[in-house]
């Protein structure tokens, strides 16, 4: 989805850890720390706080880390459309074809069978899904008429085997706004790898729009950073995007979780200039484009409370810091390709795509959001 570099930078030498400015699984969305409003920021100060709690939060976060384990992702790929089986109970079943768009669909054990969509995610080249799997075993998936190099990935991110990532051991905050580090939820760095190289390598530039998505999952999820490692897997390794598509994903308890790999500077979806780093959220719009996605599916529900509020102070501080306006019309211009979009700096997904992102509800709340990021 995301468009060409025009230059592509070295791949790092190997995986690593965010070790700087995060936070821990036990961190939830700080209070503190309003921007102050027309403020010239630069990205040191964008990373910082600007309460004594939030102080008391960085020094601590850079004392060190500490031990957490998580599931190891397990993962079995079949290719093909009909019948498969899984040693381990599926949290989530990601499908690809190429072909028609429409006409896909799946039964998981001897459920009954559902169409396949897209949801959030678009392919240049027929469809894809990522279905709620309920602990399945096996599946059956039925391919449009015609289509091609069907193939699917059974994946759990529950029940595997520990493994053991360096968490920030003091939470931080982005301006006010407490996030989980990519470590902190258990992001596997190997799967922006493939052939010993990162996958996706690093590319930036100016920020010019946010884009709201929702995550077309389950809402009420009892395990959202399981969640979050499907999604991961789901994008990396199955549409092999080499990470996942958004620079930051709200559960809905309110809890942001840090996206799309952005280097080892202290900033979240930011270089140490202040360019965002290119993600996979808005196919043929991706560069200069941050992606915020909410947990859940919003068409006919509207987010919970606090995750609408998390969205809301997310925007304010990134808009903020790069000096944008949330309500104002742009014409967005592609740093790579040079097409244009007319569309509002905050927006979501339908306003670049033909897709029902980020639900009917969602969608019908972003003017309040973004006249409350306007603030």
């Known amino acids: ?35 102050a409003a027309g403020a010239a920021l630069t990205p040191v100060v964008f990373a910082a706080t600007d309460s004594a709690e939030g102080a008391a ?15 190891a992702t397990r993962t079995a790929a079949a ?27 799946i039964r998981l ?7 396949l969509s897209g ?14 799997a309920d602990a399945a075993t096996s599946y059956e998936v039925q391919a449009p008429q015609g289509a091609t190099g069907v193939r699917s990935l059974a994946i759990d991110t529950t029940g ?36 010993g190289k990162v996958n996706s390598p ?25 969640t979050v490692r499907g999604i991961y897997e789901y994008h990396a390794v199955t549409l092999d995007w080499g990470d996942i598509g958004y620079h930051f994903l709200i559960d809905e308890a309110g809890v942001v979780y840090e996206g799309r790999y952005s280097g080892e500077d202290p900033v979240p979806a930011f270089d140490a200039d202040g360019k965002v780093v290119t993600a996979f959220h808005t196919g043929g719009f991706n560069s200069g484009n941050l992606g915020i996605a909410l947990l859940g599916t919003l068409t006919d529900q509207g987010p919970t409370p606090a995750a609408k509020a998390s969205l809301t102070r997310l925007i304010k501080v990134i808009t903020r810091f790069k ?46 959001v973004r006249a409350a990021a306007a603030r």
């Open 1 to 35: 989805m995301s468009e060409p570099p025009t230059s592509s930078p070295a791949p790092s030498p190997a995986p690593a850890h965010r070790r700087k400015r995060s936070l821990s699984r036990r961190g939830v969305i700080g209070t503190a720390g309003a921007v």
């Open 57 to 71: 939060d960085t020094a601590a976060g850079a004392s060190g880390t500490t031990p957490e384990t998580f599931p």
């Open 79 to 105: 290719t093909g459309a009909g019948s498969a089986t899984t040693a381990f109970a599926a949290s989530y079943v990601g499908v690809r074809w190429s072909g028609a768009q429409d006409g896909a669909r």
């Open 109 to 115: 054990a001897d459920g009954a069978w559902q169409q």
């Open 119 to 132: 949801g959030c995610a678009t392919v240049d080249d027929g469809g894809t899904a990522l279905v709620a």
């Open 160 to 195: 595997g085997p520990d493994r053991t990532f360096h968490v920030p051991k003091e939470p931080t905050r982005v301006r006010g706004v407490r996030y989980l580090s990519r470590p902190a939820w258990g992001a596997d760095e190997s799967k922006r790898y493939k052939d």
């Open 202 to 226: 690093e590319v930036y530039y100016p920020l010019q729009a946010v884009t709201v998505h929702h995550t077309d999952t389950p809402n009420d999820d009892p395990d959202p950073a399981a």
């Open 323 to 368: 000096g944008l306006d949330p309500q104002a019309k742009i014409t967005y211009v592609n740093p790579v390709n040079g097409v244009t979009k007319d569309v509002t700096t905050v927006g979501g997904h339908r306003d670049w795509l033909q897709t029902e992102c980020p639900g009917q509800t969602m969608y019908d709340l972003l003017t309040e």
